[in-house]
């Protein structure tokens, strides 16, 4: 019989993986996720971790462009009432948050938002730079979407500083400029605009990438 394996050791496994969908790197976030449902049958008793895994099973199929699996398996996840009694507010955060992204995807800006906001609520318990950083892009897009230029310009250049803190995350920058510069474009400011466009461009060419859908 194979040994147990520590609900730690599963949990910093999960943390890669997710790296891994926010690097939108989908063949090690692929990788990742057979490895770690793999383990699972094995790992010392954790509800949170077997919560956190569905989590993020969530977000890994919108990576996958598999939205109606996204959204039942977060509507599989107990109630929010529920899930305040019986998880830390990390897990908490997670299920706002991603049920913020899945919102988005649907096109209901409104309700990706109000998900936003309680994530925002208890952001200040995630220490992860990256994931502040996430957050910031997310409710930038969110606010471009329902022409809250101010709002979402505020939110994409938080993001874009700590994404520039953070090697590995190039992509993200450019991502960043260009809603900084779709902002400028709606609110007229062409000359500013023009000027993030050419940074996404720029970086765009030392990264030797080119843009894709976020």
Not at 119 to 127: G, L, M, R, S, V
Request: proline residues 1%; charged residues 25%.
């Amino acid at each position: 019989m194979p040994e147990q394996i520590a609900h730690q050791e599963v949990a910093n496994s999960l943390n890669e993986w997710y790296g891994a969908i926010l690097k939108r790197d989908k063949w090690t976030a692929t990788q990742l996720r057979k490895e770690i449902e793999d383990s699972l049958p094995y790992m010392t008793k954790n509800q949170n971790i077997l919560l956190y895994f569905n989590l993020i099973e969530s977000r890994h199929k919108l990576l996958m462009e598999e939205y109606d699996d996204s959204g039942k398996i977060l509507g599989n996840i107990e109630t929010i009432k529920a899930l305040e009694q019986v998880t830390d507010e990390v897990i908490q955060y997670y299920y706002y948050f991603f049920s913020g992204v899945y919102e988005f995807y649907q096109k209901k800006y409104i309700q990706a938002i109000r998900f936003y906001r309680q994530a925002e609520a208890i952001i200040d318990k995630i220490p992860d730079e990256i994931e502040v950083a996430e957050f910031h892009y997310q409710l930038a897009m969110a606010y471009y979407r329902i022409d809250q230029h101010f709002f979402s310009i505020n939110h994409a250049e938080q993001a874009l500083q700590l994404f520039k803190c953070q090697q590995g995350y190039v992509e993200k920058e450019i991502y960043c400029e260009m809603i900084i510069g779709a902002n400028k474009l709606d609110m007229r400011n062409y000359t500013e605009c023009e000027k993030h466009y050419q940074n996404a461009l720029r970086k765009s060419i030392q990264a030797e990438f080119t843009f894709s859908e976020s």
